[in-house]
């Protein structure tokens, strides 16, 4: 009988977004977005299936009211040396293949390309209880446009 495997420190190093998390968020006028304006995000991550991955459901409100939700998957590919993020929305997107991200000291960056373009992710941790995210999206994979950023507080 084969031995099932064990998390590695890999992937207990996502437990950084584990927690229910609130924010206010800044989204920079974009083609989805054409004015822009400002949200409040709430992040609720937990480990999941034996602890290799992070399980999040994500809202957003704008003016009182729910605008946007997301769920996503975080792991860690121990073959590939690489984290992984599957996003699907409210906008009816899914990630046909994955973010592929990496840590560099305390920021967890993702980066993907999609038929709307290039996407770039940002976790920048202040603490144990503070993170920023900023979403970037280019159509080159070389310029880079902001499309939001947060501040989020665990609860």
Same mark, same amino acid.
């Given at each position: 009988m084969m031995e099932m495997p064990k998390p590695q420190d890999e992937h207990r190093r996502l437990r950084a977004l584990a927690g229910n998390w609130v924010g206010e968020e800044t989204l920079h006028p974009s083609p989805w977005d054409p004015k822009g304006g400002s949200a409040t995000g709430r992040f609720q991550a937990r480990v999941d299936l034996d602890d290799f991955f992070l399980v999040a459901d994500?809202?957003?409100?704008?003016?009182?009211?729910? *605008?946007? %939700? @997301? /769920?996503?998957? #975080?792991? +860690?590919?121990?073959?590939e040396k690489i984290y992984t993020m599957h996003w699907f929305?409210?906008?009816?997107?899914?990630?046909?293949?994955p973010?592929?991200?990496?840590?560099?000291?305390?920021?967890?960056?993702?980066?993907?390309? *999609?038929? %709307? @373009? /290039?996407g770039? #992710?940002? +976790?920048?941790?202040?603490?144990?209880?503070?993170?920023?995210?900023?979403?970037?999206?280019?159509?080159?994979?070389?310029?880079?446009?902001?499309?939001?950023?947060?501040?989020y507080t665990r609860k």
């Open positions: 994500y809202t957003e409100e704008r003016g009182g009211q729910v *605008s946007y %939700r @997301g /769920h996503g998957v #975080y792991g +860690y590919d121990p073959k929305d409210s906008m009816g997107s899914g990630t046909p293949e973010a592929r991200g990496k840590w560099d000291g305390n920021r967890l960056s993702f980066e993907n390309k *999609s038929p %709307r @373009g /290039h770039r #992710y940002s +976790y920048a941790f202040e603490g144990e209880n503070r993170f920023t995210f900023t979403i970037e999206n280019s159509q080159d994979g070389r310029t880079w446009t902001k499309l939001m950023d947060g501040r």
